[in-house]
């Protein structure tokens, strides 16, 4: 069964569902068409060398004008996921990178490691805040600390939006590579003052009008909520932060220690 024939009946993805998602989206249609052709292709749903259906039948399965799906499979050509073959027709490139999902660890180790390559856009920033509220078990909350909201990124894709404090005393050691780089990974490599412990709890919600836009997401998507304290020996809350994701990218580890009985 050729490519086309798989997309119109429906074997390679729901085009209700697709539809949906684009007449959703927060970005201009040829993007947010774009983002869906590239998860189908990174998600192995039209592997390498297959041909894409002509630009008619891909306006029928998504619901979308000519010239938006023209704009579409442009952003994917000048990204080297597909190739255009003068009276042939478009085909996935022989060689694409998947997606990397984002593991969210109860490991510091593994959790550091998975910060790797992966880069922070500021949105806003504030010197000298308070720190919200804690719960009684979370520490307790140094004099000031330094806001920062931040969409992160891996390669171009955005995955979490997230809003941060950190201890101002913590940001002073190290500025530059705090404002440029993920926190928490300066962190570990600064070795001061001395991390003890990191809190993580989570919890589902549907994304807003604001986090979907910044994720490329539907409003009302689910959203995975992580809520994340690191305290020092002292048990000072050296950082918290707030972070929505996108939960088609991440999976969250955890690992529970079973006593002997």
Known sequence: MDSAAMGLNGDVHDGEEARRRLRTSALPLYVALSNL???????????????LPT??????????????????????????????????????????????????????????????????????V?????????RPEEGEAAPSYRYMRRVHRVGNQPYCVIDLYLDNACYALAPEAFDQAMVIAVLGRLGQPKVKKMTQSFRILAADLTVARL????????????????????????????????????VFNTTLEVPDT
């Open 37 to 51: 052709l590239r998860a189908e292709i990174e998600e192995g749903r039209w592997p390498p060398g297959t041909q």
């Open 55 to 124: 630009l008619e039948q891909l306006s029928e399965m998504y619901g979308m004008a000519r010239v938006t799906v023209r704009q579409a499979l442009g952003v994917l050509a000048d990204d080297g996921l597909i190739d255009r073959v003068q009276g042939k027709g478009t085909f996935v490139a022989d060689v694409v990178t998947p997606r990397k999902t984002i593991h969210l660890d109860s490991s510091w180790d593994n959790f550091l490691q998975m910060l790797d390559g992966n880069l922070p856009q500021a949105l806003t």
């Open 126 to 134: 504030e010197a000298d805040v308070s720190l919200p509220a804690l």
């Open 215 to 250: 994720l490329d997401l539907p409003v009302g998507a689910p959203v995975g909520e992580v809520r994340r304290v690191i305290t020092d020996k002292a048990g000072h809350v050296l950082y918290l932060g707030i972070g929505q994701y996108r939960g088609d990218l991440v």
